[in-house]
């Protein structure tokens, strides 16, 4: 794979072990909050800022993927990860718009909890796989 | 645009690997300019200029 993790450079490196250990954090905190909020039932301002928590770690892994495109030496490689964010975005957001309008005229019930960040990033890391795909390289040429 | 890369590389025996390693990109990157899928910025072209030591014009050429 040529994309973010295949033939690394240094940035991409400490890219995959930021975002891995953000991640890590990510699911760690959704599933503390989870099981609080299920046990003890906040309500109000404390609720508020339960369900705040999580989006702190989604902004981190935004900065994440910034600072790698800061230090990351190779145009191309940084070029890949944009057009593959771009597609991200359209991709959750044309599938939001999909099922909002559907959810509207109640044909659908309500998508499950945090589908949107789930549906990002797998998009993103579909299109990097395509992207490392078509530009695999053979051989010594 | 178009680009003699691969053509100049050939010439002097060049790896995909070893003019990455002189640019400080990764073989796709040269494989993707290489190809024509990826056009590179102009600080990256003058690199490669300097590397095979051609004005930039004789690297790459408007495809009008």
Redesign the interface.
Known sequence: M?GICS?P?KAARRYVQRMGAVGLVYLATVWVITRYIHQHHPTGTKLFALAAVPAFDVIAMIVVVGIYLRDE?????R?QLIVSILWAIGFTLALMAFMDFLQSYKSITAPPPFMEFCVFWLSMALVQAIQAF????RG?? | MNNHLKELRALRGWSQAFLAEQLDVSRQSVNAIETGRYDPSLPLAFRIAKIFALPIEQIFEDEA
Do not use: A, I, P, Y
């Open positions: 040529d033939h450079t030496v190779d145009e191309f490689k070029h078509r530009s695999r390289v010594n040429e």
